[in-house]
């Protein structure tokens, strides 16, 4: 895969035909260096974590025509040298709607392969059946909502980390939940919005300030990934947090939600948790 692909470089953000035949070459790599130098970060991560995405447009045909359906669940590491840009995604879903396959195996290893490749390091497939019990059931993020703290807020962009505060004499193991999360794609200019759960042990952190950046990325452009990588970072360095992880749940477009979670290394991965925006 190249390294120099970026959204100017591509079709993306353009009108674009729906494909008409299975064409592994739609996906669009994007390499996360440069995001990740913009942060300070080099191939050294401070963070583990996975890009969890939730498919609920893939269909495909039997050897007889006959339309098949499923939902997909793709874990991208946050290790991967690429992240893989969402229209690109759904166009490449799309391209199977015509593909004669032998079952839902074949399928799976055809998405396998290709994601694999376009993200440079091994991507897990899951197909889930449209009935299964495992379908994506409706939940909630566990944790304490913050969004009802009664504050007045200004600044709603670029992310300003120094509105963080957080006590260093009230040392707490807690988890906050915020719904009110909106960036921007930096492609479309298109708003995506998110539920945020953070999970940390440390100086607790002021709630009104929490909230307050949050909000300072509403009219910010990067990509979810990103978003969740600099909140981590922003999190970590002005709160002195000792265990941290950092979880969106962004809502769905173009069939397709993207779920990006950071948190120290050794930190179990999360569960998929489909939630009512989504």
Request: with cysteine; aromatic share 8%; charged share 20%.
């Amino acid at each position: 895969m190249s390294t120099m692909n970026t959204p100017e470089s591509s079709t993306l953000g353009q009108s674009v035909a729906c494909p008409s035949a299975y064409d592994a070459a739609l996906l669009f790599p994007i390499p996360r260096a440069q995001a990740r130098a913009a942060l300070g970060l080099d191939e050294a991560l401070p963070f583990a974590g996975v890009d969890l995405w939730n498919a609920y447009e893939l269909s495909w045909l039997d050897p007889r025509g006959k339309p098949q359906v499923a939902l997909a669940e793709f874990r991208v590491p946050a290790s991967s040298p690429n992240l893989i840009e969402s229209k690109s995604f759904k166009l490449y879903l799309n391209s199977f709607a015509q593909e004669k396959l032998a079952n839902a195996e074949a399928l799976r290893a055809l998405l396998t392969a290709d994601l694999s490749a376009a993200a440079g390091a091994p991507v897990a497939v899951n197909l889930i059946a449209p009935t299964s019990p495992q379908a994506f059931p409706v939940s909630v993020l566990p944790g304490e909502l913050i969004d009802s703290v009664a504050i007045a807020i200004e600044h709603y962009g670029p992310p300003a980390p120094e509105l963080l505060k957080a006590d260093a004499e009230q040392p707490v193991e807690e988890t906050l939940v915020s719904h009110l999360f909106r960036s921007n794609c930096p492609v479309t200019g298109q708003p995506d919005w998110a539920s945020l759960q953070i999970v940390y042990a440390g100086p607790r952190i002021d709630r009104a300030s929490l909230l307050r950046y949050l909000v300072s990325f509403r009219t910010h452009s990067d990509f979810h990934e990103a978003c969740v990588e600099r909140i981590f970072l922003d999190l970590r360095a002005r709160c002195g947090c000792t265990r941290l992880a950092v979880y969106a749940r962004f809502t769905r477009r173009g069939g397709l939600d993207i779920n990006p979670f950071r948190a120290l290394p050794g930190t179990p991965m999360p569960d998929n948790l489909r939630l009512s925006r989504q």
